[in-house]
């Protein structure tokens, strides 16, 4: 059956709409992180202009979707920027697609991507670079070295007790995590899309909203009552997902944010969540505990074929330079 596109404003999603991405998104486990939800797409843009979603129809049904941000030149972009974590095509598996399609069917120039799972094969002869992410199978984790857990119960002795809240919104809390996460940036890396207010309002609003299949979590570790541990984090499917996350840069030499999700772990699995997905800003050190490592690509589909080629080479060489445990594809 054919296959027609229709391009609407985010703004505008019927509660229709919003039902069948829903459908999609929730029967197919590819699709089970919270950025695949059309809760996330809403609460951006409320916020942030030009944000679209193009529908892939079979007559008036909703087979397939892309949510984008459109910017100039007809360029499309992540929702969120570099917030957005995951992107991709939420389709059903019976429906056969290319980006380009898309890409004429909604007056498109040129798909900017980093963040897609390779398993979305038809995004790969425009991916120019693989990147390893983190997941954390909750019910197969890897324990913390035993001199890690020595440490932490020698921080416990000496400094009081130890409190894990899996959400407790209130402003210090959040401010606190922007703070710390700020000081993380170096100058000569620019400005942190953290200072831009469209950014701190999307994560003040994720932080807060609740809904049955969609929310956003506010963890803290506390020690005598103090944070040393925050993170932001989206739920969705029995997926927590951490999103942004920093901790007391006093306490960096006891590995705090590896403790904070070493009790999320046991926590979560009594909660009834299945998986903790690691997010691109997440430190190192929770490397011990990660049981998976799914592959995402980068690239740009430009249907400029002279423009198509110099983007790609310019990708190349900015992926090169910019990126570190990361793999330029041949």
């Given at each position: 059956?054919?296959?027609?596109?229709?391009?609407?404003?985010?703004?505008?999603?019927?509660?229709?709409?919003?039902?069948?991405?829903?459908?999609?998104?929730?029967?197919?486990?590819?699709?089970?992180?919270p950025f695949f939800r059309p809760e996330f797409t809403k609460l951006v843009a409320a916020i942030r202009e030009d944000i679209e979603v193009i529908f892939l129809k079979r007559k008036t049904k909703i087979v397939g979707l892309l949510p984008y941000y459109r910017c100039n030149g007809n360029i499309a972009?992540?929702?969120?920027?570099?917030?957005?974590?995951?992107?991709?095509?939420?389709?059903?598996?019976?429906?056969?697609?290319?980006?380009?399609?898309?890409?004429?069917?909604?007056?498109?120039?040129?798909?900017?991507?980093?963040?897609?799972?390779?398993?979305?094969?038809?995004?790969?002869?425009?991916?120019?670079?693989?990147?390893?992410?983190?997941?954390?199978?909750?019910?197969?984790?890897?324990?913390?070295?035993?001199?890690?857990?020595?440490?932490?119960?020698?921080?416990?002795?000496?400094?009081?007790?130890?409190?894990?809240?899996?959400?407790?919104?209130?402003?210090?809390?959040?401010?606190?995590?922007?703070?710390?996460?700020?000081?993380?940036?170096?100058?000569?890396?620019?400005?942190?899309?953290?200072?831009?207010?469209?950014?701190?309002?999307?994560?003040?609003?994720?932080?807060?909203?609740?809904?049955?299949?969609?929310?956003?979590?506010?963890?803290?570790?506390?020690?005598?009552?103090?944070?040393?541990?925050?993170?932001?984090?989206?739920?969705?499917?029995?997926?927590?997902?951490?999103w942004l996350s920093a901790s007391d840069p006093n306490l960096s030499s006891f590995s705090v944010a590896a403790l904070h999700i070493w009790r999320l772990i046991t926590a979560l699995k009594g909660l009834g969540f299945h998986r903790m997905d690691l997010g691109r800003d997440a430190s190192t050190e929770?490397?011990?505990?990660?049981?998976?490592?799914?592959?995402?690509?980068?690239?740009?589909?430009?249907?400029?074929?002279?423009?198509?080629?110099?983007?790609?080479?310019?990708?190349?060489?900015?992926?090169?330079?910019?990126?570190?445990?990361?793999?330029?594809?041949?």
């Amino acid at each position: 059956m054919t296959i027609h596109i229709q391009t609407v404003p985010a703004r505008t999603l019927t509660p229709k709409q919003l039902a069948e991405w829903s459908a999609i998104a929730t029967q197919n486990s590819r699709f089970d992180n919270p950025f695949f939800r059309p809760e996330f797409t809403k609460l951006v843009a409320a916020i942030r202009e030009d944000i679209e979603v193009i529908f892939l129809k079979r007559k008036t049904k909703i087979v397939g979707l892309l949510p984008y941000y459109r910017c100039n030149g007809n360029i499309a972009l992540p929702v969120a920027d570099t917030l957005t974590d995951l992107q991709g095509v939420i389709v059903r598996d019976d429906v056969e697609w290319t980006p380009q399609r898309l890409l004429k069917g909604s007056h498109l120039t040129t798909l900017r991507f980093d963040r897609v799972p390779e398993s979305q094969t038809e995004f790969s002869q425009a991916a120019w670079m693989t990147i390893p992410t983190r997941s954390i199978n909750l019910h197969a984790a890897n324990e913390p070295s035993p001199n890690l857990q020595s440490l932490w119960c020698e921080m416990e002795q000496e400094a009081g007790g130890i409190r894990l809240e899996t959400h407790h919104f209130n402003s210090a809390t959040y401010e606190t995590l922007l703070q710390w996460k700020l000081e993380e940036y170096s100058p000569t890396q620019g400005q942190s899309i953290l200072e831009t207010r469209w950014a701190r309002e999307l994560l003040q609003r994720v932080a807060q909203f609740e809904s049955p299949r969609f929310s956003g979590r506010l963890s803290v570790l506390s020690l005598s009552g103090h944070p040393v541990s925050i993170q932001l984090a989206m739920v969705a499917n029995g997926v927590w997902h951490v999103w942004l996350s920093a901790s007391d840069p006093n306490l960096s030499s006891f590995s705090v944010a590896a403790l904070h999700i070493w009790r999320l772990i046991t926590a979560l699995k009594g909660l009834g969540f299945h998986r903790m997905d690691l997010g691109r800003d997440a430190s190192t050190e929770l490397d011990a505990f990660v049981t998976d490592s799914p592959t995402l690509v980068a690239g740009t589909v430009d249907l400029r074929p002279v423009a198509g080629r110099i983007n790609k080479h310019l990708s190349r060489a900015k992926g090169f330079l910019a990126t570190s445990g990361e793999r330029i594809k041949s």
